[in-house]
């Protein structure tokens, strides 16, 4: 398969990098377009020309899912509403990681939230339990400064992105997937395709009982 890893500084760095070489490492395609400090704000609204660069990525690369990776850069209910529908493709996120500092919970809490209520439905993949305040991180206690850093962000979130594009159900119990009936793999399948057979089956003989039933009109006049 092929993604397409988008976001801010954490997509552009160490837990971004995890994320890539752990997909590759499994035999997918992966491309990486991200931006330090801007957020899904920034995305919105095309701010240094942010918007369009992943767009074009999005048309050339033309990925099977868009994952998008953030920390806490300026996020609106409204822009993650923008990010999820400006492609076709199946959009997941995770993000923000657990931060050190207060403030910086305090806004990482709230940024949560609004990934929670925009990609509910099994598309928002949870960091704040692979990266707790213990893990190396610069000054601000923004970023990670060694790849075990990244990796404990970066290699689970691949997993189990891998894992909710086939189909698995969400630790919460909600469906994942790609849109309609399906996943971002195709239709559903097992039991699934067995009913939806058994259904076809039942309706066409139902079809050919009504039609043999049905009394033949006589018409005397043909054109």
Do not use: C
């Not at 398969?1 to 070489?21: C, I």
């Amino acid at each position: 398969m092929k993604f397409l890893v988008v976001g801010d500084s954490q997509a552009n760095g160490k837990p971004g990098q995890a994320t890539e070489a752990r997909l590759r490492a499994q035999g997918h395609t992966v491309m990486r377009v991200a931006r330090d400090g801007h957020g899904p704000v920034a995305y919105q609204r095309n701010a240094d020309g942010v918007r369009d660069t992943f767009l074009d990525a999005v048309r050339s690369f033309n990925p099977d899912v868009v994952l998008g990776v953030w920390g806490h850069n300026p996020t609106t209910t409204a822009s993650l509403q923008w990010f999820r529908g400006s492609v076709p493709q199946p959009v997941y996120v995770s993000g923000p990681p657990t931060y050190p500092r207060e403030a910086d919970r305090t806004l990482g809490d709230r940024y949560k939230t609004m990934f929670q209520s925009v990609f509910g439905d099994g598309r928002y993949i949870d960091a704040y339990a692979w990266t707790p305040a213990s893990l190396p991180r610069d000054r601000p206690g923004w970023h990670f400064t060694t790849s075990e850093g990244g990796q404990a962000w970066g290699v689970p979130l691949a997993d189990e992105l891998l894992r909710r594009v086939a189909g698995a159900p969400t630790p919460g119990g909600a469906a994942s997937g790609g849109g309609g009936g399906g996943t971002a793999l195709g239709p559903p399948g097992g039991a699934g395709r067995l009913a939806l057979a058994a259904a076809g089956a039942i309706g066409a003989l139902g079809l050919l009982w009504w039609l043999l039933r049905r009394p033949v009109r006589r018409n005397r006049h043909w054109r």
